[in-house]
């Protein structure tokens, strides 16, 4: 979804408050309104300060009621079948609280239209992540895409990138992504992403570890969200080749096909 061509200094400011704690906007008016009825020597000075104290008291509740509703909207999700059903609005919004909830800072860069280049921005301890989400629910996300994202990181220095579907890749894409500081997340490993997060307000859990394997570009398990590991089939139809299997085995018996890749 692109970004909005003119932000206005209310915006600025919106989108940076946005990014902290809930307390943060009505922490700073209160300390506007002190000082200004501390240091400013006539009423009529303290009207702008007043003012700048409103707006920011205002940001404050229009901050903690977008993100509740995002909360709302994650915890709602019950399947990957509901997920798909999304908006893609929505669809941004549940992924940036998914990682929300993995202690990332998310950026929700704003605009029109359902479709663009990088939706979301997450930092966390010095990282800066470009995510493109993609509610396809009847295409695989082809190569195009994900070489889109590898562009747009490269120009803005970004030090790793998520695409997020409910669908597939191609083989291209995966290809492609291999080796790059770029992991794919399918509708599988979606699905466990939001579950971790279910219940929790950015607490640590499996998909945590999935979501740092951004570097090595593992996959994630579609059972437990936990990083998986290559592994080759000893026994049955299948002896001798490869395929992934959870890290977390025997307690979690999550697999995926030898040839999918990252997410």
Same mark, same amino acid.
């Given at each position: 979804?692109?970004?909005?061509?003119?932000?206005?200094?209310?915006?600025?400011?919106?989108? +940076? %408050?946005?990014?902290?704690?809930? @307390?943060?906007? $009505? #922490? /700073? &008016?209160?300390?506007?309104?002190? =000082?200004?009825?501390?240091?400013?020597?006539?009423? +009529? %000075?303290?009207?702008?300060?007043? @003012?700048?104290? $409103? #707006? /920011? &008291?205002?940001?404050?509740?229009? =901050?903690?009621?977008?993100?509740f509703a995002?909360?709302? %909207?994650?915890d709602a999700?019950?399947?990957?079948?509901?997920?798909?059903q999304l908006?893609?609005?929505?669809?941004?919004?549940?992924?940036?609280?998914?990682?929300?909830?993995?202690?990332?800072?998310?950026?929700?860069?704003?605009?029109?239209?359902?479709?663009?280049?990088?939706?979301?921005?997450?930092?966390?301890?010095?990282?800066?992540?470009?995510?493109?989400?993609?509610?396809?629910?009847?295409?695989?996300?082809?190569?195009?895409?994900?070489?889109?994202?590898?562009?747009?990181?490269?120009?803005?220095?970004?030090?790793?990138?998520?695409?997020?579907?409910?669908?597939?890749?191609?083989?291209?894409?995966?290809?492609?992504?291999?080796?790059?500081?770029?992991?794919?997340?399918?509708?599988?490993?979606?699905?466990?992403?939001?579950?971790?997060?279910?219940?929790?307000?950015?607490?640590?859990?499996?998909?945590?570890?999935?979501?740092?394997?951004?570097?090595?570009?593992?996959?994630?398990?579609?059972?437990?969200?936990?990083?998986?590991?290559?592994?080759?089939?000893?026994?049955?139809?299948?002896?001798?080749?490869?395929?992934?299997?959870?890290?977390?085995?025997?307690?979690?018996?999550?697999?995926?096909?030898?040839?999918?890749?990252?997410?």
């Amino acid at each position: 979804m692109p970004r909005k061509s003119k932000e206005t200094l209310f915006d600025l400011m919106f989108d +940076l %408050l946005s990014r902290g704690p809930l @307390w943060l906007p $009505f #922490l /700073l &008016a209160a300390i506007v309104y002190g =000082i200004s009825k501390a240091l400013a020597p006539s009423s +009529l %000075l303290h009207f702008p300060a007043y @003012w700048f104290s $409103f #707006l /920011l &008291a205002f940001s404050g509740i229009v =901050i903690t009621i977008q993100r509740f509703a995002r909360r709302r %909207l994650l915890d709602a999700q019950s399947s990957l079948e509901s997920i798909r059903q999304l908006s893609w609005s929505d669809f941004e919004r549940l992924v940036g609280e998914a990682y929300r909830r993995q202690g990332y800072q998310v950026e929700e860069r704003g605009g029109s239209g359902a479709d663009g280049g990088v939706d979301l921005v997450l930092r966390r301890s010095g990282e800066k992540v470009f995510v493109q989400c993609k509610r396809w629910r009847n295409r695989t996300v082809g190569v195009s895409v994900v070489r889109e994202l590898y562009g747009a990181m490269a120009a803005e220095g970004a030090t790793a990138g998520i695409v997020a579907t409910v669908g597939r890749y191609t083989a291209d894409a995966m290809e492609f992504a291999r080796g790059k500081h770029l992991t794919l997340v399918d509708g599988e490993a979606l699905l466990a992403l939001v579950r971790s997060g279910q219940g929790s307000a950015a607490s640590a859990s499996p998909v945590t570890t999935a979501a740092e394997a951004l570097a090595t570009n593992t996959a994630a398990c579609p059972a437990c969200g936990a990083e998986m590991v290559r592994r080759t089939a000893r026994r049955g139809a299948n002896a001798g080749g490869e395929f992934w299997g959870c890290s977390q085995y025997p307690r979690c018996r999550g697999t995926r096909n030898g040839g999918e890749q990252a997410g």
